[in-house]
């Protein structure tokens, strides 16, 4: 069965980068998909960041884009998100999702993960 | 860049009534690239219907979707008290290519 799993930091503080990466089991991240973050600041609603696909083409979010980096790893089958020059407007849950090809919909997602901008 | 506004921003039912919750988009949204999704209090958010109309696997038939262009409707037609959640609609398309609705919570009456 599929699953993601976010993992990184939980505490960044200003001015410095935000690293998180998803490892995923049960499936390939060569077999096609897209794999995305989107991020929900706390009592917030959801906003996408990027995604990428493992042919090499990447997506993000006119908001962050300048700031943001995503990678993939396909020897550990996980990829990565990194967000630079973070301020407290970065503090949200944090999740990666498989995205499919066809209706561009977020069919699996990751328990997500906290990540506080504080010094 | 489509703007998704969902309505109403809280809905009060009771166990065993309808939900028509709605999304509305700034613009056409292209050969319906329309999801909802269901999110529980520290919880991932769960997909639910696809391409406008198509329950994801898994989820009860209870949960339909419909609509096109710009109008789109998330219909439950008879509430479990599981049911009780927030509910997003997604859209890909413009740029940002995929941006969300605000949400609409739906609450015990």
């Known amino acids: 069965q599929l699953q993601l799993q976010e993992s990184g930091p939980g505490l960044v503080k200003p001015s410095e980068t935000l690293s998180l990466t998803c490892s995923v089991s049960?499936?390939?991240?060569?077999?096609?998909?897209?794999w995305g973050w989107i991020r929900q600041p706390p009592g917030k609603g959801l906003e996408w960041i990027g995604n990428?696909?493992?042919?090499?083409?990447?997506y993000y979010n006119p908001s962050v884009k300048s700031r943001v980096t995503m990678s993939l790893d396909t020897s550990k089958n996980e990829f990565s998100l990194e967000v630079r020059s973070v301020t407290a407007a970065d503090t949200a849950v944090y999740y990666c999702?498989?995205?499919?090809?066809?209706?561009?919909?977020?069919?699996?997602w990751g328990q997500g993960v906290l990540v506080t901008v504080s010094s | 860049e489509i703007v998704l506004t969902q309505s109403p921003g809280t809905l009060s039912l009771s166990p065993g009534e309808r939900a028509t919750l709605s999304c509305r988009a700034s613009?056409?949204?292209?050969?319906?690239?329309l999801a909802w999704y269901q999110q529980k209090p520290g919880q991932a958010p769960r997909l639910l219907i696809y391409?406008?109309?198509n329950r994801a696997t898994g989820i009860p038939d209870r949960f339909s979707g419909s609509g096109s262009g710009t109008a789109f409707t998330l219909t439950i037609s008879r509430l479990e008290p599981e049911d009780f959640a927030v509910y997003y609609c997604?859209?890909?398309?413009?740029?940002?290519?995929?941006?969300f609705g605000q949400g609409t919570k739906l609450e015990i009456k």
């Open positions: 997604q859209q890909y398309g413009n740029s940002p290519a995929y941006s």
């Open positions: 391409g406008a109309s």
């Open positions: 613009q056409s949204v292209s050969d319906n690239y």
């Open positions: 049960g499936y390939s991240i060569n077999n096609g998909y897209y």
């Open positions: 999702a498989r995205q499919s090809l066809s209706m561009r919909d977020f069919d699996y």
């Open positions: 990428l696909h493992h042919s090499g083409g990447s």
